[in-house]
């Protein structure tokens, strides 16, 4: 019998929860293997890779979330990307927006408040890990901290830069939803609206985000008002509306780490 592929993920991702949703909406039976950050590089050097998601495959290794993407829709039952050319060009013109305006300013805003709250941090670090990373993660979250704030330049100042950037993208995706329309691209759910809402969910706290995030009545109040200011605007309220809608058609296809805590 065929081994599932493998998805190696770190938990509080919003790029590996990109992955993730493509791989559940296309139907594919795979294996979760989330790591602690730092020690994900363990198991991603051993393959030829730096970063997370990485998707291994019989005969494939997927070094990022848009390969990903594309393979989950070539290889399951639903297509993210439209057949017609010019629809298709679309959508990964507003996939690779999103990767650039939304992806690493998300990432920048978030930790500009986690890392000063390790007690937040470390549970969406050892979400559903090994044991033994489980039980390194106290000392890992604070080796870490100080690692992610000079390879990601966080502070106050450059995680409020960063929402700044982050909602003027939201803004771009309000005008672009002005004519009513449903999804940003076409008449059907793509991998547009996928990685707009992946990379976005973490700004509204989406109730059924895949990825790990802290209770939303435990974070820095804050962070709860900038929550809940997206939340009210028109492309936040959109993010929300794909999560109620579209993430709970996407079947759980993956299978999790045996190993794993629960």
């Given at each position: 019998m065929e081994a599932l592929p493998r998805l190696l993920t770190i938990p509080l991702s919003h790029y590996c929860e990109k992955a993730r949703w493509a791989l559940d909406r296309s139907r594919i039976a795979y294996r979760e293997e989330p790591h602690i950050p730092l020690l994900h590089r363990l198991h991603t050097a051993r393959i030829g890779c730096r970063s997370v998601p990485v998707l291994v495959t019989g005969s494939e290794i997927l070094p990022d979330s848009h390969s990903i993407v594309r393979w989950a829709t070539t290889h399951g039952s639903d297509r993210l990307y439209p057949v017609e050319a010019a629809l298709c060009g679309k959508v990964l013109e507003?996939?690779?927006?999103?990767?650039?305006?939304?992806?690493?300013?998300?990432?920048?805003?978030?930790?500009?408040?986690?890392?000063?709250?390790?007690?937040?941090?470390?549970p969406c670090f050892a979400r559903n890990v090994t044991r033994l990373e489980?039980?390194?993660?106290?000392?890992?979250?604070?080796?870490?901290?100080?690692?992610?704030?000079?390879?990601?330049?966080?502070?106050?100042a450059t995680g409020r830069a960063s929402l700044a950037r982050a909602e003027e993208a939201l803004a771009e995706v309000a005008?672009?939803?002005?004519?009513?329309?449903?999804?940003?691209?076409?008449?059907?759910f793509t991998a547009?609206?996928?990685?707009?809402?992946?990379?976005?969910?973490?700004?509204?706290?989406?109730?059924?985000?895949?990825?790990?995030?802290?209770?939303?009545?435990?974070?820095?109040?804050?962070?709860?008002?900038?929550?809940e200011r997206l939340r009210a605007s028109r492309s936040g309220a959109f993010v929300l509306e794909l999560y109620a809608r579209e993430r709970a058609k996407s079947q759980r296809g993956h299978t999790p780490n045996r190993k794993a805590s629960r």
């Open positions: 507003v996939e690779r927006y999103v990767d650039r305006e939304l992806g690493p300013h998300v990432r920048r805003w978030a930790y500009s408040y986690l890392l000063g709250e390790p007690g937040l941090l470390a489980r039980l390194l993660a106290p000392m890992v979250v604070q080796a870490a901290r100080p690692l992610i704030r000079r390879a990601y330049r966080v502070d106050e005008r672009w939803l002005a004519d009513g329309r449903t999804y940003l691209v076409g008449d059907s547009a609206d996928l990685a707009f809402a992946s990379l976005a969910a973490p700004l509204v706290c989406a109730p059924q985000y895949g990825g790990a995030m802290p209770p939303y009545d435990s974070l820095p109040a804050p962070m709860r008002s900038d929550i």
